[in-house]
C-alpha cells in the first residue's frame, strides 16, 4: 500500500492514506491536467464575459425600445388629444377656425409618422381611420365649421378607408371599426356633394348607411350608431333633395333621421346634440313642406324654435346652436313671405343676417360662416328686390359678391361657389 501510495503520490493522483476531500481530488487533477484546466477556465470566463456582454446590450435594446415605445405613445396620446378632446372643445367657440387650421397643420405631421408605423398594430390603425375622418371634418366639410379644403378633405378620407376597411372587413362585429368606415364613406359623400358630384356623393352616403343601419339592428341601445345613422340619412336627404330633386325621397330619408335622433334621446334625454338635431330636422322638413304647403311648414319651423329655447344657456351660446337659430328664422322668413306676412318676414330675415353677420365676423377663416352670411343675404336681397327697394337689394348683392369672391380663391375646386357667383352676377347685371 506504501509503495503504491508512492506511485500515486510520483502521478499526481491522490493517495489512500488521506483522505479523499473534493478539494484535495480537485487540486491533484488541476496539477495533472494544467494546460487543459487553464483552457477550460480561460473558455469559460470569455463565455461568461460573452453572456453578461450579450445580456447587458439586450438590457440596452430593451431599454431602448420601451423608451421608442414610450415616445410612440406619447406622440399617440397627444395626437389624439388634439384631435378630439381640444378640438372638440375649442369647434363650440366663435372664432376658433385659425385654431383648428393651426391643429390640422402640427397634427397632421404626427398624424402622418404614426400611420407609417401602424402596420401590424389594428388598434392604431383603428385610431388613426378615426382621426383621418376627423381632419377631414376640419379641412372642408360642409356640416360643420372648416377652413374651405374641400381636396384636402377628400384626401384625409381617403385615407381613413383605407385604414378602416381591412379592419371592419376582418372584424365585422367591431362596432368601433364599422362605424370608422361607416363615418368615411358619409365625409367623403357630405364633400362630394358640395362639389357637385352628387352621384358619387349619393353612392358614397348610401355605404355608409348600410353599415351602420347592421349595427344599429345589431347593438339597438349603442347611442353613438343612432346618432351617426342619423347624421347619415340627414347627408343622403340633402343630396336626394337639393342634388338630385328627388323631394320624396329626401323627406323619407329625413324622417328616418329624425326617428335616430328620437331613439338617441329615448337612451339619453338630455343629449344636447340630439336635441339640437332635432329641431335641425324640422327645419329641412320644413324645406320640403314649404314647396306645396308654406303653413304646414311655417308650424314645424314654430314647432322648432322652443327646442332650441329649452336647451342649456352654455347650449345655446354655442356656434352650432347660434347658426340653427339664424337657419330657423331664415326660413320663417320665407314662409311668413310666402303666406303675405311681409313685416314680420322682413324682421326674421334681418335677423338671420345680423346672426350670421356676427358668426362671420367672428371666425372669418371659416368657410361655412361665410356662406351661411351669402345665403342668408341672398334671401334679404330678394325679399328688399320684390318690395322693390332695388337699391337695398343692389348693396346687398354685392357683399355677396364680394364674400363669394374670397371663398373661390380659397378654395378653386369648389364648384357650388363658383355656381353661386355665377348666379348673383347675373341678378346683379339684371338689376
Given at each position: ?161 383605407a385604414l378602416a376597411e381591412p379592419r371592419a372587413q376582418s372584424d365585422p362585429g367591431n362596432a368601433r371599426a364599422v362605424r370608422a368606415l ?250
Open positions: 500500500e506504501l509503495a503504491a501510495d508512492i506511485r500515486r503520490h510520483l502521478e499526481g493522483r491522490p493517495v489512500t492514506a488521506r483522505r479523499a476531500t473534493f478539494r484535495y481530488r480537485a487540486l491533484k487533477f488541476i496539477r495533472r491536467n494544467k494546460v487543459a484546466v487553464a483552457a477550460a477556465t480561460a473558455g469559460g470566463l470569455a463565455l461568461l464575459g460573452g453572456t453578461i456582454g450579450v445580456a447587458w446590450q439586450g438590457s440596452v435594446a430593451i431599454a431602448a425600445r420601451m423608451r421608442a415605445e414610450r415616445r410612440f405613445l406619447d406622440v399617440r396620446r397627444l395626437t389624439h388629444f388634439l384631435l378630439f378632446d381640444f378640438h372638440d372643445a375649442v369647434q363650440k367657440l366663435p372664432g376658433s377656425t385659425p385654431v383648428q387650421d393651426m391643429l390640422v397643420k402640427r397634427a397632421l405631421v404626427y398624424l402622418d409618422s404614426l400611420a407609417a408605423e401602424a402596420g401590424g398594430d389594428p388598434a392604431l390603425q383603428l385610431e388613426l381611420a378615426e382621426a383621418y375622418v376627423k381632419f377631414g371634418d376640419i379641412q372642408g366639410n360642409p356640416y360643420q365649421p372648416n377652413l374651405g379644403d374641400t381636396s384636402g378633405a377628400l384626401a384625409s378620407y381617403r385615407k381613413a378607408l361607416a363615418r368615411a364613406h358619409t365625409r367623403t359623400g357630405d364633400v362630394l356633394y358640395v362639389n357637385r358630384r352628387v352621384t358619387e356623393a349619393t353612392d358614397q352616403t348610401r355605404r355608409g348607411a348600410a353599415l351602420l343601419e347592421k349595427l344599429a339592428a345589431a347593438q339597438p341601445r349603442d347611442i353613438e350608431t343612432h346618432m351617426e345613422l342619423a347624421g347619415a340619412r340627414e347627408g343622403l336627404g340633402d343630396q336626394l333633395g337639393k342634388g338630385l330633386s328627388d323631394s320624396r325621397g329626401a323627406m323619407d330619408s329625413f324622417r328616418r333621421s329624425l326617428a335616430e335622433w328620437q331613439a338617441a334621446l329615448r337612451l339619453d334625454t338630455q343629449n344636447v346634440r340630439a336635441r339640437r338635431a332635432v329641431a335641425g330636422l324640422q327645419l329641412k322638413i320644413a324645406d320640403l313642406q314649404f314647396a306645396t304647403d308654406a303653413r304646414g311648414a311655417l308650424e314645424t319651423l314654430r314647432q322648432a324654435l322652443p327646442i332650441l329655447e329649452a336647451l342649456p344657456a352654455a347650449e345655446r351660446g354655442t356656434v352650432p346652436a347660434r347658426r340653427l337659430e339664424a337657419s330657423l328664422r331664415r326660413r320663417l322668413g320665407d314662409c311668413l313671405w310666402e303666406l303675405d306676412q311681409e313685416k314680420e318676414a322682413l324682421e326674421n330675415y334681418r335677423r338671420a343676417v345680423e346672426e350670421f353677420t356676427t358668426l362671420a365676423a367672428l371666425d372669418p377663416a371659416n368657410s361655412r360662416a361665410q356662406f351661411d352670411l351669402v345665403a342668408s343675404l341672398n334671401d334679404l336681397g330678394q325679399t328688399l328686390e320684390s318690395a322693390g327697394d332695388l337699391a337695398g337689394a343692389l348693396r346687398h348683392y354685392g357683399t355677396i359678391t364680394d364674400t363669394l369672391e374670397k371663398l373661390v380663391r380659397t378654395d378653386p375646386a369648389n364648384a357650388a361657389w363658383r355656381a353661386h357667383l355665377a348666379e348673383i352676377l347675373v341678378r346683379i347685371a339684371g338689376l
